[in-house]
């Protein structure tokens, strides 16, 4: 069973919406990540939260926003996307020096 | 720069037989180097990693893989392949550094079907 949760587990939208990806660690770490997994694509990174503060934003669109209150919530707002955004969004988790735990995904498709 | 090549976007098996997935890897600094597994609807698993010491690593699973320098590799293998095996695996690396939180670079991936 993962330490880390993510909801919700599939979401469909148009591409007008507004929506929020919830990420939930329960295992401790300092560390917070969000990838997007596209078909065929390497996993790519998109942005990294330490201890709460952003250390890492991979030329990411700014219709994705991320959020991350404490050091176990990590949250990826979402609005006006496009088609191509449709794809798996993966969180995951560390603790300094230690492996990335992953979470089990939110499948997202774009009408 | 880090880079990551997985040989091969399919590797198909028969059940009883040697699993071989192959990885090179590009990095400018001694590398700290993973596989994660991923099964289907599901997130990425660690299978096994590589950080300092003994080259040959064992992880969950029966897999293991062997860092190799001289040929910028990280090969994992499974002697005997079972049906459970069928999933997709990928290769990571990181120019890591003891205490740090790691940025990982990750191959395309494999995907490993076991026949009956």
């Known amino acids: 069973e993962t330490g880390v949760t993510q909801t919700p587990r599939h979401l469909v939208m148009g591409m007008t919406n507004k929506k929020s990806l919830k990420c939930e660690q329960h295992l401790g770490h300092n560390a917070m990540y969000w990838y997007k997994q596209s078909a065929k694509k390497p996993l790519e990174l998109m942005f990294v939260?330490?201890?709460?503060?952003?250390?890492e934003n991979n030329s990411v669109p700014s219709r994705f926003s991320p959020e991350c209150p404490n050091s176990s919530h990590l949250f990826l707002h979402l609005h006006t996307l496009q088609p191509e955004d449709s794809a798996l969004y993966l969180c995951?988790?560390?603790?300094?020096?230690?492996?990335?735990?992953f979470g089990d995904g939110t499948r997202l498709s774009i009408l | 720069a880090q880079s990551v090549t997985q040989l091969g976007s399919h590797v198909s098996v028969s059940e009883g037989a040697l699993v071989l997935l192959r990885c090179n890897y590009s990095s400018s600094v001694p590398p700290y180097l993973f596989w994660y597994v991923q099964y289907p609807n599901q997130g990425l698993q660690l299978l096994l990693k590589y950080t300092t010491g003994a080259t040959l690593v064992k992880g969950i699973n029966g897999f293991e893989a062997e860092f190799k320098k001289s040929e910028t590799s990280f090969h994992l293998t499974k002697p005997s392949a079972h049906m459970s095996d069928a999933a997709e695996y990928f290769c990571?690396?990181?120019?890591?550094?003891?205490?740090?939180?790691?940025?990982?670079?990750f191959g395309k991936g494999t995907l490993l079907t076991v026949n009956p």
């Open positions: 995951a988790s560390s603790q300094q020096g230690q492996p990335q735990h």
């Open positions: 939260y330490n201890f709460k503060e952003q250390t």
């Open positions: 990571a690396v990181t120019e890591g550094v003891a205490g740090s939180n790691y940025k990982l670079t």
